[in-house]
Structures are given as structure tokens and as C-alpha cells.
């Protein structure tokens, strides 16, 4: 692709121009600086966990942190990629476009909550300006009481 500002881009393509493409080809899909943080404070707190897996096999998606004993999935959302009612802000530039896109990743979004939720998983999502430590604190508490139940089931049977 030519670094010239006078590139056209090809028909039906995505990038309204060159620099506009190579601005969100740059954008991070996974290991962004706000789940970075939350997941240094979980590992912090003594927690471990999986990155960017797949909570279900036959999911083709994943969570961001992935707790697989205690069947936790957490999500830390973009505010613009996933909507966010405080701070998304529909694009000047090719609205259309960005804007079907956004509320194509919302509905995606709520059918993996719904599909892992019915498997029994607990979904946690953020956004991602939303405080590091807090997300930490009510991920510990989801993980630690399911941890709880779990051994509590598994004395039960006495294993």
C-alpha cells in the first residue's frame, strides 16, 4: 500500500484513507493497557488465570481473563468498539459504516453473554475506563465464591 495521503482506497472498502486504515489496523485487539492492568492487580492478589482464551470450545470468541475451575469469563470492552453509553462517540467519517459495526460487536457482545451464561459461566464485563482496582476487587470476590461453592460440591460428594 502506498504511504501517499492520496491513496484510494479499494471499492467497499472499510478505510475512507490510507491514514485512517493504518490508524486502526493499529489498534489493539487483545493485551490493552486497561486489561494489562487489571490482570498485574488479580495476579497481584494471588490470582491465576488464562489470557485471551476461549471459554468454550465450540465459542468462537474469547474472554480477555478466563477462569476455567470456577467458570468465570471477563471482558474488558473498549468504549468504542463496544458502545459505550458514556463515552461512544458515532464517527464523522463513514457512519454508516463504523456505526452498523459497533452495534454488529454490542449483539455479539450479548449472545456470548447469554451462550456462557446457559454453560454455566459468570461473565464479568468492564469498560475499559472504568477503575483497575475496582474490576480487580469485584472479579476476586466473583472468583473466590465460586471457588467456595465448588469445593463445597465436591465435599459434598467427597471427593
Same mark, same amino acid.
Given at each position: 500500500?502506498? /504511504?501517499?495521503? /492520496?491513496?484510494?482506497?479499494?471499492? @467497499? ?17 487483545? /493485551? ?13 492478589? @494471588? ?29 474488558? #470492552?473498549g468504549c468504542y468498539w463496544? @458502545? ?26 450479548? #449472545?456470548? #453473554? ?33 471457588? #467456595? ?11
Open positions: 500500500m502506498p /504511504d501517499t495521503e /492520496d491513496w484510494v482506497p479499494p471499492e @467497499g472498502s472499510w478505510a475512507s484513507s490510507a491514514a485512517r486504515r493504518r490508524n486502526m489496523q493499529a489498534i489493539r485487539s487483545r /493485551d490493552t493497557q486497561p486489561e494489562q492492568a487489571l490482570r498485574r492487580l488479580l495476579h497481584a492478589k @494471588g490470582l491465576r488465570y488464562r489470557v485471551a482464551a476461549k471459554p468454550l470450545p465450540e465459542l468462537r470468541r474469547t474472554a480477555d481473563v478466563v477462569f476455567r475451575p470456577t467458570k468465570v469469563a471477563v471482558f474488558v #470492552d463496544h @458502545g459505550c453509553p458514556e463515552h461512544y462517540v458515532s464517527p464523522k467519517t463513514n457512519p454508516g459504516y463504523w456505526s452498523g459495526k459497533v452495534a454488529g460487536n454490542i449483539a455479539r457482545d450479548r #449472545d456470548t #453473554d447469554q451462550r456462557l451464561t446457559a454453560a454455566g459461566w459468570t461473565v464479568l464485563r468492564f469498560w475499559e475506563h472504568e477503575s483497575p482496582e475496582e474490576c480487580a476487587s469485584a472479579v476476586l470476590r466473583v472468583v473466590l465464591k465460586r471457588r #467456595d461453592a465448588l469445593l463445597l460440591r465436591k465435599a459434598g460428594r467427597g471427593e
